[in-house]
């Protein structure tokens, strides 16, 4: 079946521009995940969405970072008003349902750049 | 709070060699222990993880990993390296709470030499 897909691949942005990134997760699958891959930081948890309740943004590191889910399925992150501080691979994951124990699968993530 | 250390940013292999990838972890909760290697350009992919049903864990690929409380550890290991299994190998733990956002160590790149 289908994996978890995210658009666009890559991203090459101006700094001072917004940017919105989408994920489209397994198709029955409650639980989706932001996190963010860069050189300094490694892998880290931006948000959580569990169905339709208000997410978890403990993990997001400025309030230019936004995250919606619609409709318990496709998630978009914005990012507004880029610095180059923010280029780095975005992975989106999704789980079947929320808990430690739910294996996450991830997309193949967004490259932003921003210059 | 949970956290989990990748001992060895790079490891190089001859093809056919043992492959061991460390990782020690930091738990105030039972532990659940995943690893997940990335090929250039992917996303990640799950290889194993651990939830507590037995110490031993077989993942794909002939990888698998033991879990040892004693020593807060969970390795990777592999009998005998391919050259496909050159990729970079995340281990990380479940954060705890309801939510089970992951927790990654810093990442193993790992090379194999043919």
């Known amino acids: 079946g289908a994996g978890v897909s995210q658009s666009p691949s890559n991203k090459v942005t101006e700094k001072g521009k917004d940017v919105e990134l989408r994920c489209d997760p397994i ?9 963010r ?3 300094g930081q490694g892998l880290e948890f931006l948000i ?3 169905g339709n309740s208000a997410p978890d943004k403990s993990g ?3 309030d230019r970072f936004s995250a919606e889910r619609t409709g318990g399925s496709v998630s978009t992150l914005t990012i507004q008003r880029t610095q180059q501080e923010d280029s780095a691979v975005y992975l989106c994951a999704s789980s079947l ?7 996450q699968y991830f997309g193949p993530g967004t490259r932003l750049l921003v210059l | 709070a949970q956290s989990v250390t990748q001992l060895g940013s790079h490891v190089s292999v001859s093809e056919g060699a043992l492959v061991l990838l460390r990782c020690n972890y930091s738990s105030s ?7 997940y ?11 194993l993880k651990y939830t507590s049903a037995a110490t031993l ?3 794909i690929n002939g990888f698998e990993a033991e879990f040892k409380k004693s020593e807060t550890s969970f390795h990777l290991t592999k009998p005998s390296a391919h050259m496909s299994d050159a990729a970079e190998y995340f281990c990380a733990v479940s954060g705890g709470g309801s939510q089970g956002n992951l927790i990654f160590g810093k990442g193993t790149k790992l090379s194999v030499k043919p």
């Open chain 1, 37 to 39: 891959q860069s050189l």
């Open chain 2, 57 to 59: 864990v077989k993942g």
């Open chain 1, 60 to 62: 997001l590191p400025s």
């Open chain 2, 29 to 35: 909760v039972p532990p659940y222990l995943f690893w």
């Open chain 2, 37 to 47: 290697v990335q090929y250039p350009n992917q996303g990640l992919q799950l290889l």
């Open chain 1, 97 to 103: 349902d929320r808990g430690d124990q739910e294996t």
């Open chain 1, 27 to 35: 198709s029955g699958h409650t639980a989706l995940y932001w996190y």
């Open chain 1, 48 to 50: 959580y969405f569990q």
